[in-house]
């Protein structure tokens, strides 16, 4: 049997809902590539030959796709640094589902486009490079239809950053421990970005109720694991909001 890849979200912990909604909903936002942080993404050098009106048909064509970005690094301090606001927010560990397409974004020279290669397999091509500077982020995409703004995923941890805030950090952890209880939180600290991570693990659980009255039947846990799953089933969906 194949082992599934781990693949690795990096967050900040201001854009609190949206690290809500990936958390709890189980799901990340596939963005338009004119939303990436990278200027030069999607943008390519075009032969002069080609007609005007074949530049905007692959225009139309670049933007009918929606990306789904992150890493294969768990741990890199450039990482931590640019898209956890100098490790304060967070990492999220995750897996994609068995039949979700991934690709490894190349960090060589884009090829210039001309007439004939105004193709939908030219664009996700395109939308699969970077310039080498990106590399240090070890990425890896999605690429999604225009009406598929969120990619369903199974998250397996949460790491936070050596500098994430406390208040923050706490809220979190409450709301974890009430729709996510078997979910592993886990802290780094400041010398982990440059000795190698080294993390402390808490897993808080809250056990569910058997309904049958078993010798494992506890009336004092609480009745919380089918409502959980009954809230990512039916949050999960990644058409439309």
């Not at 225009?59 to 606001?85: E, Q």
Request: charged share 30%.
């Amino acid at each position: 049997m194949v082992k599934q890849e781990v693949f690795y979200k990096y967050k900040s912990l201001d854009n609190f809902e949206f690290l809500l909604d990936l958390i709890l909903r189980e799901r990340l936002y596939a963005a338009k590539y004119h939303e990436l942080n990278d200027p030069m993404e999607g943008v390519v050098k075009v032969d002069g030959t080609t007609p005007k009106d074949k530049v905007q048909e692959w225009d139309k064509l670049i933007g009918a796709f929606r990306i789904v970005c992150f890493s294969r690094d768990k741990d890199h301090p450039l990482m931590w640094s640019h898209y956890t606001n100098g490790a304060r927010g967070c990492v999220v560990e995750f897996q994609l589902m068995a039949e979700q397409q991934v690709h490894r974004v190349s960090y060589l020279k884009k090829p210039a486009i001309t007439e004939r290669h105004i193709t939908k397999e030219k664009a996700k091509e395109i939308l699969t490079h970077k310039g080498k500077p990106w590399k240090y982020e070890s990425e890896s995409r999605c690429l999604l239809r225009e009406n598929e703004k969120f990619l369903p995923i199974h998250i397996k941890s949460v790491t936070f950053g050596s500098r994430a805030e406390k208040s923050k950090v706490d809220m979190l952890l409450h709301i974890i421990s009430l729709c996510k209880p078997d979910l592993k939180v886990r802290f780094i600290d400041e010398q982990s970005l440059v000795g190698g991570i080294k993390v402390s693990i808490r897993n808080t659980r809250i056990y569910v109720r058997n309904r049958e009255r078993t010798q494992d039947y506890c009336p004092q846990c609480t009745d919380v694991k089918l409502a959980q799953d009954d809230y990512v089933l039916r949050h999960r969906g990644w058409k439309g909001s």
